[in-house]
């Protein structure tokens, strides 16, 4: 079933020149990527953060952390995009300077045909080396791991030191490049579409909030009550594979 979008938040975007979308892991969990909060399948509901999404979880326990994030990059790649990401990619299609700012460490934006996503957290497909940062092959995918099995990380072929998953984890700063681009874009933009994120994890958080306070219209796309709700103008309540077509349409 079709789902019913508003009018005005269609004529909102028709009419925009300048668009940011900012998407968090609700955009890729009706392609069976499982985001990090929710209720039932959320990962921190069965893995612990502290352990696995930390500097400090990756020097205690390397193994454990690497096999994780292979077992996380496996279930990625069997996923594909869902109408939701296509969708986003259609609004870039259509407005070109359009910005898609992702939290997701996933490429499912790109194979959905989106041109330069800012990855605010990084990505499962880029892993560089914990000591001089030189980035690092993508190991064979031929023997996937289950969840929970611990798999060693390579070794950086310059310097010898861990690989590490090219991801930003709990206490590091964000790749300031990105983080600049998003924060240019969400202060000069007309309209911010946010998509499937919590709206807890920062400074992620703050993008939509500095659109809205320097004059932008938010519309906002979630099956459920966030805090960004008080930002939002417009709070769309649905999946979003089901939301986005509907809005672009
Ligand atoms: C659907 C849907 C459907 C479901 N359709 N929607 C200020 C206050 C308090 C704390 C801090 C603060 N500033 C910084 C902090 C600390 C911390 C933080 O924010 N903690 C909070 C949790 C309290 N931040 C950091 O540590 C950051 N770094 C930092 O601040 O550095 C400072 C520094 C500066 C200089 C030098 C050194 C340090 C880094 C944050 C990194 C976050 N990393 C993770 C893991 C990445 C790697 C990995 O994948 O494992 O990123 S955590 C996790 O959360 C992941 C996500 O990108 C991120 C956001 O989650 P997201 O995308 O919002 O997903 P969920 O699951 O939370 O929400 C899903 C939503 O979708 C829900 O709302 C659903 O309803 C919805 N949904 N189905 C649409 N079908
Ligand atoms: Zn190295």
Request: hydrophobic letters at 45%.
């Amino acid at each position: 079933m079709e789902h019913v979008v508003p009018p005005e938040a269609a004529a909102l975007l028709a009419r925009a020149r300048r668009v940011v979308v900012v998407t968090g892991a609700g955009i890729s969990a009706e392609s069976g990527v499982p985001t990090f909060r929710d209720a039932l399948t959320g990962l921190w509901q069965r893995f612990d953060a502290q352990a696995l999404a930390t500097p400090q979880a990756f020097e205690d326990d390397p193994d454990l952390v690497w096999g994780w994030y292979e077992w996380r990059r496996s279930t990625v790649r069997r996923a594909r995009p869902n109408a939701g990401h296509t969708a986003v990619a259609a609004i870039e299609a259509r407005l070109p300077g359009t910005v898609l700012v992702t939290q997701n460490v996933d490429d499912l934006h790109e194979r959905a045909g989106s041109r330069d996503p800012v990855h605010l957290h990084g990505s499962l497909l880029a892993p560089r080396c914990s000591g001089c940062s030189r980035p690092a092959p993508l190991p064979d995918v031929a023997d996937e791991p289950a969840e929970g099995r611990r798999v060693p990380p390579p070794r950086c072929a310059g310097c010898a030191a861990r690989v590490r998953p090219g991801v930003v984890w709990f206490g590091e700063a964000l790749p300031q490049a990105a983080l600049d681009r998003a924060v240019e874009a969400a202060a000069s933009c007309d309209l911010l579409v946010t998509v499937g994120t919590s709206g807890l994890v920062y400074p992620a958080a703050e993008i939509p909030r500095v659109a809205a306070r320097l004059g932008a219209t938010v519309i906002q796309v979630n099956p459920d009550e966030t805090p960004l709700d008080a930002v939002a103008e417009v709070n769309l309540r649905g999946p979003a594979a089901r939301v986005l077509p509907a809005l672009v349409a």
